[in-house]
């Protein structure tokens, strides 16, 4: 079976910088497209950024000057470089793998937490 399992989620304060990390037990990982969603309190998940398998990017609007989607297939691990973080940041953010191009994902990770403090 796949397994996601997302880190380095933490306590942060605004202005500051998070590297998110997403290891996936994948045995063809360079196969699949891979993506960020999080989510917020009493709210529902969102896009957040994914890449495909050719390392083609694409950032939702909210973050897309800020953040930073990137993949290193060597080590069968996604990344999320988040940059100028602000309390609308706050959010689990999971991590999510499709071998298709397009449609739902169908796997997804435990989720990390990140907080962004005033």
Not at 30 to 52: D, G, L, T
Not at 104 to 114: A, F, K, N, R, S
């Amino acid at each position: 079976q796949v397994q996601l399992v997302e880190s380095g989620g933490g306590l942060v304060q605004a202005g500051d910088s998070l590297r998110l990390s997403c290891a996936a037990s994948i045995r063809t990982f360079s196969s699949y497209n891979m993506a960020w969603f999080r989510q917020a309190p009493e709210k529902e998940r969102e896009f957040v950024a994914a890449i495909s398998r050719t390392g083609n990017t694409a950032h939702a609007d909210p973050v897309k000057a800020r953040f930073t989607i990137s993949r290193d297939n060597a080590k069968n691990t996604v990344y999320l470089q988040m940059n100028s973080l602000t309390p609308e940041d706050t959010a689990v953010y999971y991590c999510a793998a499709r071998s298709r191009n397009i449609g739902l994902y169908d796997y997804w990770g435990q989720g990390t937490q990140v907080t962004v403090s005033s």
